[in-house]
């Protein structure tokens, strides 16, 4: 059985970090066309940096919590396929251990040179002044996130999980961001019988879930991961008879 787990900023939220759309989300007090989009980071590049710096910081104060650290374990346990795509850019998923793992929207502790390319961990806060380790040249680095407008990240790798996934779960995102926002359609119809559900306080009341778990993060996903490690068996193989 291959499972595919997508999850958003709300997995996030009981660790402290503050969603988008939700009431004093971060969308509420920034315009996505002045801090996430390459125009936003053309006309005022100091703006955007100062907006993924508080980001940044940030990371040192948080921790990840109860549902990072169940999916991180259903990872390690599970005998068949996994992969969780994440469309946050914090590091709560790697720090509670997990490996096989996708971030479509790119890493809040990356920057990337827009002379070489080059793309370099960077825990200190950034600004024009800040020089890449490869080519040597300043005011190229610009935060290593998918703005606007922008081709997220391992699609490829994405579409051929969805499309062999048995059991997708989406946690705590709003679905109003494709692609990711049509990953639960593409796994409902991969011809697999794929079971859908979705965890969020705010339901979606998006049709392609077969199931919505009401509830926050936190306390759902650690007993959907109990109740999925129940289940666990290895891939069917090649010598299933009786011994
Ligand atoms: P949103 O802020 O759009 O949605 C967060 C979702 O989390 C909402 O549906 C909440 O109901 C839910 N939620 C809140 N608290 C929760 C909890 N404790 N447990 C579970 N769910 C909870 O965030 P995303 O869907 O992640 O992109 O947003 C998608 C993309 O839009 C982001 O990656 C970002 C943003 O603009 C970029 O910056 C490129």
Same mark, same amino acid.
């Given at each position: 059985m291959?499972i595919?787990?997508?999850t958003?900023?709300?997995i996030?939220?009981?660790s402290?970090?503050?969603?988008?759309?939700?009431?004093?989300?971060?969308?509420?007090?920034?315009?996505?066309?002045?801090?996430a989009?390459p125009?936003?980071?053309?006309q005022?590049?100091?703006?955007?940096?100062?907006?993924y710096? *508080? =980001?940044?910081?940030q990371l040192?104060?948080v921790k990840?919590? +109860? /549902?990072?650290?169940? &999916?991180?374990?259903?990872e390690t346990?599970?005998l068949?396929?996994?992969?969780?795509?994440?469309?946050?850019?914090?590091?709560?998923?790697?720090?509670?251990g997990?490996?096989?793992?996708?971030?479509?929207?790119?890493?809040?502790?990356? *920057? =990337?040179c827009?002379n070489?390319?080059?793309?370099s961990y960077? +825990? /200190?806060d950034?600004? &024009?002044?800040?020089?890449?380790?490869?080519?040597?040249?300043?005011?190229?680095?610009?935060?290593?996130?998918v703005?606007?407008?922008?081709?997220?990240?391992?699609m490829d790798l994405c579409h051929?999980?969805?499309?062999?996934?048995d059991?997708?779960?989406?946690?705590?995102?709003s679905?109003q961001?494709y692609?990711? /926002?049509?990953?639960?359609a593409?796994a409902?119809?991969n011809?697999?019988?794929?079971?859908?559900?979705?965890?969020?306080?705010?339901?979606?009341?998006?049709?392609?879930?077969?199931?919505?778990?009401?509830?926050?993060a936190?306390?759902?996903?650690?007993e959907?991961?109990k109740?999925?490690?129940?289940?666990?068996?290895?891939?069917?193989?090649?010598?299933?008879?009786?011994?």
């Amino acid at each position: 059985m291959n499972i595919v787990i997508l999850t958003g900023a709300g997995i996030s939220a009981e660790s402290g970090i503050s969603t988008f759309r939700d009431a004093n989300g971060l969308w509420e007090h920034y315009r996505i066309e002045d801090v996430a989009s390459p125009n936003a980071f053309r006309q005022d590049p100091e703006l955007v940096h100062r907006f993924y710096n *508080l =980001r940044r910081a940030q990371l040192h104060v948080v921790k990840p919590n +109860e /549902a990072h650290c169940a &999916l991180a374990e259903l990872e390690t346990a599970w005998l068949g396929g996994f992969l969780l795509i994440t469309q946050n850019v914090d590091d709560l998923h790697e720090r509670a251990g997990s490996k096989k793992l996708v971030h479509m929207h790119g890493e809040i502790r990356k *920057l =990337r040179c827009q002379n070489c390319g080059t793309v370099s961990y960077h +825990e /200190a806060d950034a600004g &024009l002044g800040t020089i890449c380790n490869m080519c040597m040249k300043a005011g190229k680095m610009r935060p290593d996130i998918v703005w606007f407008g922008e081709m997220p990240y391992q699609m490829d790798l994405c579409h051929e999980a969805l499309g062999t996934a048995d059991i997708f779960i989406a946690v705590g995102t709003s679905g109003q961001v494709y692609p990711a /926002a049509s990953f639960a359609a593409k796994a409902r119809t991969n011809h697999r019988n794929c079971k859908t559900i979705e965890v969020n306080p705010v339901p979606t009341g998006s049709q392609d879930f077969s199931r919505s778990i009401a509830d926050r993060a936190t306390r759902a996903v650690p007993e959907l991961v109990k109740s999925l490690l129940s289940q666990n068996s290895p891939p069917s193989s090649i010598n299933s008879s009786p011994s």
